[in-house]
């Protein structure tokens, strides 16, 4: 198998960056060792920006149909001050 770019981790940032380099016309390999996305990432959230790229890509009014959980509080405690 021929391929210009290999990326090692199918998570968020790596598919991203597979698609956007496919978009570009780069001959790209996503190699993943899950056969599935049931599981937290690092990148678990979702921020403007991304939902500006997501609009970008023409992604975004089928992304709040996909499966996910909305918070519906967040809170902030007040740790102690540093020495």
């Known amino acids: 198998m021929k391929t210009q770019c290999m990326l ?6 790596g598919m991203m960056l597979g698609v956007l380099l496919a978009r570009a016309g780069v001959s790209v390999l996503v190699l993943e060792k899950h056969a599935d996305f049931l ?3 690092r990148g678990d959230t979702v921020h403007p ?3 500006e790229l997501l609009h970008e890509l023409g992604w975004l009014n089928d992304f709040p149909k996909l499966p996910h959980q909305k918070a519906q509080e967040v809170a902030a405690c007040k740790s102690a001050a540093p020495p």
């Open 39 to 41: 599981r937290d990432f």
């Open 8 to 13: 090692g981790g199918g998570g968020p940032a």
């Open 49 to 51: 920006s991304t939902m």
